[in-house]
């Protein structure tokens, strides 16, 4: 608030125009902004007043603080690597396929594609024997029925003979076809067999990436806890600091004009200092005008 709204201000509240609120809210919000300004000063100029005495507990603090912050980022730079580093081996172990696995993978899928192949076949060798059997069934039929109807004659005696030799060769595909299904069934339960050991093999192949990605988990959960740590500590130092940064920004820029010292040390940031110069007198006004004064 400059002089002339001051001036304005009054005027109006001597009419019975009282904004006591909207003044005590600007106020606030200079208050901010002084309080924003005296930080960015003390900044800008702490490495300046080693020699004013009121300000040496700020300043050597500072130089303390600023050690320790530089101490905590290099460990949480060296923090940072290794959880870095953990991430990248978990991520290997869990995304890379071993060699050895894969060949395991190779083999389960070879065994499985022989598998299919013979039930295919065993299918196949079933169907044909429920064909063979109903054809021996119907013939068998046809059998009974030519023989109670034969004359004894010449015709009716080949006949029989024709359908008792077929029968015998359907007699014997049909046991060859069990056979066959008999085989083809021994050979499924081996490479089941077979399956299941390759699935063994896998699972501790797995069970040992695990093993070795719990081991990365067990890293990134410990990196992650220091960090959270180093992280809470550096900003526990640079509220410190910016709380020092504030109180050296607010004795020399309110000192500047009445200590050579301090005016050496904001000499270029004069237009700052000037400013936060104005907004104090603002503030001043501001809470005159609410009546607080």
Known sequence: MTSTRYYVARLAQAFGYFRRNQRMADAASEMHLLREAEAQLGTAVWAKVENIEALSVEYWNLRRF??????????????????DQAHEERSNVLNNTPEDQQ??????????????????????IVAEAREVRRSYDGLKMKLEVISAESQNTSVAHQDITTVKERLLQLKKRFAELKDQRIMIGQEIEKGDTEVDIVDEKIKKTR?????????????IGDGNKEISALRAESGVLETQMRQLYAEIGRYVSRNSYSDPSCAAAVSEHRGLVDVMRAIRRSIALNHQLAGNT
């Open 207 to 219: 069970q040992s990436r695990r093993v070795s990605a719990s081991e990365a988990f067990h890293v």
């Open 66 to 83: 600023l050690k320790e912050r530089d101490i905590t980022e290099n460990k949480l730079m060296e923090c940072q690597g290794r959880l």
């Open 103 to 124: 060949d395991l993978l190779d083999e389960r899928i070879k065994v499985l594609t022989h598998l299919e192949e013979l039930a295919f076949e065993r299918d196949r």
